[in-house]
């Protein structure tokens, strides 16, 4: 199966948070990404948590980490038209890998 | 900030016949770029890692007689798809790391590149 998987697709009204979850399956990842994928383009990087962290926020955003059930979470406060996107979690295995495994991708449609 | 760039943003070939893509760091170094191939409403799948001065190391699967990935200098970086099909139709993007940068080792996305192969 897949190493990270997401729900492929979330639709939140306007002013509503949004919650994007993540599982993943390697116990050793040490930093846990999210990045936003706006159509046509590329990826931007949102926000990042490093793995013997719990939460970490940034404006609008805040991730949950649990590292027990392996659960990332990224909530956006007062969803806005512009946060229309794909969400890509991501992890990195263990610090002499670069490497980045992602997530399958959550489409998050705002309703006005 | 870190900006990456890719050229082209789209381009549309004929079968048979190479595209190169290239991928530039514009304010940072980077010793190490990354190429990834996305299909339509997939996640990135990691081709190939490319290393400045040396030969760029390839997931298992990815032809590297297909995908020929040259990194001559600390900003760039290019993929070469030699031959193409229709198969090797998708957007490709890549990713630099900067070098100097310690401690989260962030990746940087272009913008991507889509391929369409006729």
């Known amino acids: 199966g897949e190493d990270v998987e997401q729900s492929l697709f979330l639709s939140v009204r306007e002013g509503d948070s949004s919650v994007i979850n993540c599982t993943y399956t390697?116990?050793?990842?040490?930093?846990l990404y999210w990045y936003k994928q706006e159509p046509g383009a590329g990826l931007q990087l949102l926000t990042y948590?490093?793995?013997?962290?719990d939460m970490k926020q940034d404006q609008r955003l805040t991730v949950l980490l649990n590292k027990k059930d392996k659960h990332l979470s990224l909530r956006i406060a007062d969803t806005q038209t512009g946060d229309s996107a794909i969400y890509f979690c991501a992890e990195r295995k263990n610090f002499g890998n670069e490497k980045l495994t992602f997530g399958t991708g959550t489409r998050l449609t705002i309703i006005p | 900030g870190a900006v990456v760039s890719q050229h082209p943003s789209r381009v549309i070939c004929k079968s048979g016949t190479s595209v190169k893509i290239e991928c530039r760091s514009l304010d940072f170094q980077a010793t190490t770029m990354f190429w990834y191939r996305q299909f339509p409403k997939q996640s990135l799948m990691l081709m190939a890692t490319s290393n400045e001065g040396s030969k760029a190391t390839y997931e298992q699967g990815v032809e590297k007689d297909k995908f020929l990935i040259n990194h001559a200098s600390l900003t760039l970086s290019t993929l070469t798809v030699t031959s193409a099909h229709p198969e090797d139709s998708s957007f490709y993007i890549c990713?630099?790391?900067?070098?100097?940068?310690?401690?989260?080792?962030?990746?940087?996305f272009g913008p991507g590149t889509r391929l369409t192969v006729l």
């Open positions: 390697d116990s050793s990842s040490t930093y």
């Open positions: 948590i490093f793995s013997n962290m």
């Open positions: 990713s630099a790391r900067n070098s100097l940068r310690v401690g989260t080792d962030t990746q940087y």
